[in-house]
């Protein structure tokens, strides 16, 4: 009674405070000043413990035990030493949880709910890499709003993503979580990403907090090995890793999040450099920074700290604000102060910006205000989240190869063979950081083929293999049923645990004796359809050599069967282009389209330039690629002015085939000398295009000196006077190219030149 009693007295002395500043109804927007004044009167009634507390952040049970909190855990509550919980959801739990913290500590401070919400809550959408191949900003800002709604409806304040993180080495495992390989494709994910989750403001009831992870430069993981170092020179952190994070800033994210990796000898979440000079100084941001789970626990064995007491104190000033599990701030901090190792004004600064964000929330007007069941039971898996899952889906599948024109096929195909361990799987559908999602209610591939083939199609099953084992046992009974079928869909590609955190892979092939089991299933002659799920780039040579027809899916989420079905049966016409290059084998990895050049460019003729001895230097399928139903032609690139100090960049694209299709036409440039080393290619914009057969568009970009600039000799940024080269077309590789100067002009600005002169082909 004692303990509950105090909570509400505590809650209404800091009521009695904040009256004169009230923000007005929970979540309503106030100004900063207003909200500032509201921490700065909690903050005066907290002792250090308390404050400590709230940098503190840990997991429940839920996803191991169901709703449970360890013991210790809610002893920290009760006593006010716990900011924020993760694997907490459901109204009902949380409601629980957030009575405890308001009704049994001295000061009743609210807590702060988090979970991975990474691709959806419990309507789960394509993996971020899955949606990345979209292009298409208003659908992955769609897919983030339904996660919000569903999530915000579970009693959820706040979301781990999105990961901004540019990955170019298709071995690391949480390449699936992220945009791909390209800082300007993935800067526009990032920041659609945010609003969705962020929708109409923080404090809206449908809306989470965003979190940017994994700050910064995770992605380059050497070797691409989970949680292994990273080294690069500020250049290229710069112009290739932080761009996406700083879009997701500049889109209003709420949060960051701290990565596992150092970066020039310092791990990020003992990094002043990244947190307060990069992060706070030059991009203004205002929200809190978290670390990853136990990292700032594990600078110990990164070897920069000796104890717990070091890395807490060189987190704190580096800029972290709370500590995710490890407990390290409780701990150490409060005798960190009272040492005067860390000074009261430095604690004070990351308890402001954390009760900052939940006074934004609303939760000191009303700590429930997110645990309504009736709106959770309103809100999750309704049907036109479903739907909208599906139409994500399709716009994600890229159609990788499609020899003689095999899809689509009829649906009313006489006998039709699914073969292959991924066909009947659930689970495999909606694919790693599934969240909240039950893989028993996803659509399989093989529910979605039966649903759509006519009454008279003869579907039948055959597994053939496992996903991972070398047993070929079942290769028989495959092999029986392709010798039956009129066409045979094959269904292969990675289990739903192989890719995501923790999984990373030395090999990129189709795992287990999955190849052997499509050369053997080929050798019966039937026309093949291969379909793969998978949540990185994989390396299949033989299948695109051999194989007529090639789907690439990923994890599409809970409606994967239906939008495969869509796509293969023709009721959708693909248009996904790659958003990561794939490899013609992992030895060419890491891979990307925009790499530079060397000094002994590759030369079929000269063993003495930059190529391999038993594979090409071209990848399998470039960044940027994806086949339609349709054909397109482009024409020549023209030039000209914009009117406003730029460049227009025209092309005419034609749809040469039979059906309409949707095209995404890409947009590159190539600085051809500058004073530091360029790439070859740089993706600068993009335009989808719906065409119907025999139609032809003209698309205009826009080329500005913004477009062109870089980190020149000196580090500062800008563009340079020289030579350029433009690119349009339907991939990285495949493309029309022109060639434009930008020259010095007075008084000391540059100016576009095209149309004569033009320069030499470097």
């Known amino acids: 009674m004692r303990s509950n009693f105090q909570g509400a007295l505590a809650l209404v002395i800091i009521s009695l405070l904040l009256v004169a500043s009230s923000c007005g109804e929970p979540g309503q927007s106030a100004s900063g000043d207003a909200i500032d004044s509201r921490v700065d009167s909690v903050l005066q009634l907290m002792n250090v413990e308390e404050k400590v507390g709230q940098l503190t952040l840990y997991t429940s049970d839920m996803s191991v035990t169901g709703p449970t909190i360890r013991p210790e855990y809610k002893e ?51 993996v971020p890499l899955g949606e990345a191949a979209s292009w298409d900003m208003e659908a992955i800002e769609t897919s983030a709003r339904v996660a919000a709604e569903e999530a915000s409806a579970e009693g959820l304040h706040w979301t781990y993503a999105p990961m901004c993180d540019i990955a170019r080495d298709p071995r690391w495992g949480r390449v699936m979580e992220g945009a791909g390989e ?14 969705g989750f962020q929708g109409d403001g923080i404090g809206s009831l449908n809306s989470v907090l965003a979190c940017v992870k994994h700050f910064a430069a995770y992605g380059a993981a050497q070797a691409g090995r989970d949680y292994h170092m990273v080294d690069m020179s500020d250049r290229m952190l710069r112009e290739i890793y932080l761009p996406p994070y700083k879009a997701a800033i500049d889109a209003g994210a709420a949060t960051v999040m701290t990565s596992f990796n150092e970066l020039d000898g310092v791990p990020a979440s003992g ?7 990069i992060l706070r100084k030059e ?18 064995p990164h070897g920069i700290v000796a104890d717990a007491a070091e890395a807490s104190v060189l987190s704190l000033k580096a800029g972290v604000d709370m500590d995710m599990q490890a407990g390290f701030y409780n701990a150490t901090l409060p005798q960190a102060v009272k040492g005067g190792l860390v000074s009261e004004e430095e604690l004070d600064a990351a308890v402001r910006r954390i009760l900052r964000i939940k006074f934004r929330l609303g939760l000191f007007d009303d700590p429930y205000r997110y645990c309504d069941e009736q709106r959770e039971k309103e809100t999750v898996m309704k049907p036109e989240f479903l739907e909208a899952s599906r139409d994500v889906a399709r716009k994600s599948i890229v159609l990788l190869k499609n020899a003689g024109s095999l899809l689509p096929l009829n649906k009313s195909v006489r006998r039709l063979g699914v073969i292959g361990p991924i066909g009947q799987s659930r689970q495999d559908m909606i694919g ?16 979605g083929i039966k649903a759509k083939v006519s009454k008279d199609t003869k579907v039948s099953y055959a597994k053939g293999c496992n996903v991972m084992d070398d047993s070929t046992k079942y290769f028989n009974e495959a092999i029986a049923l392709a010798r039956q079928s009129d066409v045979i869909i094959m269904t292969v590609g990675e289990g739903w645990w192989m890719s995501g955190e923790a999984a990373s892979r030395g090999t990129l092939g189709l795992p287990g004796v999955q190849q052997q089991l499509v050369e053997e299933i080929s050798k019966t002659g039937k026309p093949i359809v291969v379909v793969l799920s998978n949540g990185r780039p994989l390396s299949i040579p033989w299948i695109d050599a051999h194989i007529p027809a090639v789907v690439e899916t990923w994890y599409l989420g809970t409606q994967a069967g239906n939008a495969v079905a869509d796509v293969v049966f023709g009721d959708y016409n693909p248009s996904g282009k790659l958003p990561m290059t794939f490899p013609y084998s992992e030895g060419q990895v890491p891979i990307s389209y925009s790499m530079k050049n060397t000094g002994r460019p590759m030369n079929p003729s000269n063993k003495y330039t930059s190529k391999y001895l038993d594979i090409p230097n071209e990848p399998l399928y470039p960044f940027g690629f994806g086949l339609s139903y349709a054909t397109f032609e482009y024409g020549d690139i023209a030039l000209s002015s914009s009117g406003n100090q730029g460049m227009k960049v025209t092309c005419t694209i034609r749809n040469t085939g039979k059906v309409t299709g949707n095209e995404i036409a890409q947009l590159y440039v190539r600085d051809l000398v500058g004073s530091v080393t360029r790439p070859v290619k740089e993706l600068k914009g993009f335009q989808s295009v719906v065409l119907e057969p025999g139609a032809s568009k003209e698309v205009v970009f826009e080329l500005t000196s913004e477009d062109l600039s870089f980190f ?3 580090m500062s940024f800008g563009p340079e006077a020289g030579e350029f080269k433009v690119f349009i077309g339907g991939n990285s590789r495949d493309v029309k190219e022109a060639s434009f100067r930008l ?10 030149r095209y149309g004569d002169s033009p320069p030499k082909d470097l």
């Open 76 to 126: 920290d509550i009760t006593k006010g030493r716990v900011g924020a919980l993760f694997n907490a959801f459901g109204a009902a739990y949380t409601r629980q949880l957030q009575e405890m913290a308001v009704n049994q500590t001295r000061l009743g401070i609210p807590l702060l709910f988090g979970y991975d919400v990474i691709h959806g809550h419990k309507t789960i959408f394509p």
């Open 182 to 195: 390209d800082p300007y494709l993935g800067s526009l994910i990032a920041a659609a990403r945010v609003r």
């Open 271 to 277: 990094s002043k450099y990244l947190m307060n000079d």
């Open 283 to 300: 991009w203004n941001f205002d929200g809190f920074v978290v670390s990853d789970y136990t990292s700032i626990q594990e600078m110990i």
């Open 432 to 447: 790693a950081w599934s969240a909240a999602g039950d893989g028993n209610k996803a659509v399989s591939l093989l529910e």
């Open 712 to 714: 020149r000799r000196d």
């Open 743 to 752: 020259e010095e002009s007075s008084p000391g600005g540059l100016e576009f």
